[in-house]
């Protein structure tokens, strides 16, 4: 069960893009399409933001997307905004019903 | 709303125990499978456990396997986290998740608040 990488921090201004990765290995982010992303800001519970790769919950605006190559999961913020500003963490299904998270990201707004 | 709460947190010395709850409301407990994520101060997420939402299947992260333990009643729509033999590295704050919101549940798709559990002497 080794935690997934990312990135420690990632920054942008208002209204760019940013994107965090996720990488694992092919027992985990690779060999399922079960990787979900969560935002967390200080002090708070984390809030569900991409689930099964790509799938926005109810009520996540849809800057938020998400995508899949190989080994690597990406989650991309569109038009920065300072709302964003958040800790974000990625997940991924790791089979036999064990679940790794990522270290989580620091996004910035500038 | 969908809603889950924690209990039963507070300070316990190394080798003790203690026992986590959560009480959801406002969904369906138990078509759902359950989790208890941890972060300890200043670091990440980690997913300790998980069971399903007829208790059929479980499993555990190596760091707690053997000391902790998920369990449910589904009958009073509550959650429950043993943890025996507590270490200093299982201080954190512990988190009640609902699996979903595909039909799979390989997400956590409602949090609780968190409940705190520090291991000190």
């Known amino acids: 069960q080794s935690a997934l990488t990312q990135p420690r921090s990632v920054s942008g201004s208002p209204g760019q893009s940013v994107t965090i990765s996720c990488t694992g290995t092919?027992?985990?982010?690779?060999?399922?399409?079960?990787v979900s992303w969560y935002q967390q800001h200080p002090g708070k519970a984390p809030k569900l933001m991409l689930y099964?790769?790509?799938t926005r919950p109810s009520g996540v605006p849809d800057r938020f997307s998400g995508s899949k190559s190989g080994n690597t999961a990406s989650l991309t913020i569109s038009g920065l905004q300072a709302e964003d500003e958040a800790d974000y963490y990625c997940?991924?299904?790791?089979?036999?019903?064990?679940?790794?998270f990522g270290p989580g990201t620091k996004v910035t707004v500038l | 709303q969908e809603q889950l709460v924690e209990s039963g947190g507070g300070v316990v010395q190394p080798g003790g125990s203690l026992r986590l709850s959560c009480a959801a409301s406002?969904?369906?407990?138990?078509?759902?499978?359950m989790h208890w994520v941890r972060q300890a101060p200043g670091k990440g997420l980690e997913w300790v456990t998980f069971i399903a939402y007829d208790e059929n299947n479980k499993n555990y992260a190596d760091s707690v396997k053997g000391r902790f333990t998920i369990s449910r009643d589904n009958s009073k729509n509550t959650l429950s986290l043993q943890m025996n033999s507590l270490r200093a590295e299982d201080t954190a704050v512990y988190y009640c998740?609902?699996?979903?919101?595909?039909?799979?549940?390989?997400?956590?798709?409602?949090w609780g608040q968190g409940a705190m559990v520090t291991v000190s002497s």
């Open positions: 997940c991924s299904y790791a089979g036999s019903y064990t679940y790794v």
């Open positions: 099964d790769v790509s």
């Open positions: 092919s027992s985990d982010v690779g060999g399922f399409f079960l």
């Open positions: 406002g969904f369906t407990f138990n078509t759902n499978g």
């Open positions: 998740a609902k699996g979903g919101p595909a039909a799979g549940g390989d997400a956590f798709d409602i």
